[in-house]
């Protein structure tokens, strides 16, 4: 128990007040109510049933505009956070982003990247895997990241059989991350039944989709001929000098070592 909990215990029975916090929470509640349908019912009695419908409807009206305003302006946000992550300004997306990322999936979904990365923020894993769970039902690209923090531990309680499931759902939506973190699981046989074949699948279709570290690891696969994946030198140098090109450092390493 915190020193700030011991105190207010002990405030209490030093002053000899009975029921907890809780109870008198609740006791706060109840006469809150009470008190706002006594104001209802006087206000009706004192202005007409007709004008106090009026009323609520106009602030009805009101709320509704406002929420309206409220959520286009949260989309432009967004975008505007999207576009500079693209372009590689990542303190300006979370600047962007930061304050709406509870309110907005693909604002969540930028801010969860840059606090996973540390671009553009402090990292911070455990925010960054709540701002995946928030815009997984909204992003399949978010749901990715958040199947692979859960497979990990990284930032949450560890459900393995929870991110897989996450993960499978997002490579069914053709999503290249899911279809990388995926891919290795199953090629490497760590958390899930080993299977190379359903591996390099995963791993050739985010290789596809331009994502340089799948394009390094079936490089690296076709170039050595790992586990019974037929060897080809020539395919192999293809996809580890186009994950070079893309800034991979592995690959760029590999490449300097065959010369």
């Given at each position: 128990?915190?020193?700030?909990?011991?105190?207010?215990s002990?405030?209490?029975?030093?002053?000899?007040?009975k029921?907890?916090?809780?109870?008198?929470?609740?006791?706060?509640?109840?006469?809150?109510?009470?008190?706002?349908l006594?104001?209802?019912?006087?206000?009706?009695?004192?202005?007409?049933t007709?004008?106090?419908?009026?009323?609520?409807?106009?602030l009805?009206?009101?709320y509704?505009?406002?929420?309206?305003?409220?959520?286009?302006?949260?989309?432009k946000?967004?975008?505007?956070?999207?576009?500079?992550?693209r372009?590689g300004?990542?303190?300006?997306?979370?600047?962007?982003?930061?304050?709406?990322?509870?309110?907005?999936?693909?604002?969540a979904l930028?801010?969860?990247?840059?606090?996973?990365?540390?671009?553009?923020?402090?990292?911070?894993?455990?925010?960054?895997?709540?701002?995946f769970?928030?815009?997984?039902?909204?992003?399949?690209?978010?749901?990715?990241?958040?199947?692979e923090?859960?497979?990990?531990?990284?930032?949450?309680?560890?459900?393995?059989?929870?991110?897989?499931?996450?993960?499978?759902?997002?490579?069914?939506?053709?999503?290249?991350?899911?279809?990388?973190?995926?891919?290795?699981?199953?090629?490497?046989?760590?958390?899930?039944?080993?299977?190379?074949?359903?591996?390099?699948?995963?791993?050739?279709?985010?290789?596809?989709?331009?994502?340089?570290?799948a394009?390094?690891?079936?490089?690296?696969?076709?170039?050595?001929?790992?586990?019974?994946?037929?060897?080809?030198?020539?395919?192999?140098?293809?996809?580890?000098?186009?994950?070079?090109?893309?800034?991979?450092?592995?690959?760029?390493?590999?490449?300097?070592?065959?010369?």
């Open positions: 128990m915190s020193k700030r909990n011991v105190s207010r002990d405030s209490r029975i030093r002053s000899g007040k029921g907890t916090p809780d109870d008198r929470d609740g006791c706060r509640v109840f006469l809150g109510c009470f008190m706002a006594a104001l209802l019912v006087w206000l009706i009695n004192l202005m007409g007709t004008t106090i419908v009026f009323f609520l409807l106009t009805g009206a009101a509704s505009l406002y929420f309206l305003y409220k959520t286009r302006t949260n989309a946000r967004a975008r505007e956070g999207e576009f500079h992550y372009h300004d990542f303190e300006a997306a979370y600047g962007c982003v930061e304050k709406i990322s509870g309110q907005n999936a693909d604002a930028v801010a969860g990247l840059c606090l996973r990365n540390g671009t553009g923020c402090g990292q911070d894993h455990e925010k960054a895997c709540s701002c769970r928030f815009a997984r039902s909204k992003s399949m690209e978010a749901r990715a990241y958040y199947g923090m859960l497979t990990m531990g990284t930032g949450c309680v560890r459900d393995v059989i929870k991110g897989i499931k996450e993960l499978e759902l997002a490579a069914a939506h053709d999503i290249p991350y899911a279809n990388l973190c995926l891919g290795r699981l199953q090629f490497n046989g760590t958390l899930m039944k080993k299977n190379t074949g359903s591996g390099m699948r995963h791993l050739r279709i985010a290789a596809e989709a331009e994502l340089p570290a394009q390094y690891i079936v490089g690296y696969i076709l170039f050595n001929g790992l586990e019974g994946i037929p060897r080809n030198r020539y395919q192999g140098l293809r996809y580890i000098n186009l994950a070079a090109s893309a800034g991979n450092l592995k690959a760029k390493k590999l490449l300097q070592k065959i010369g």
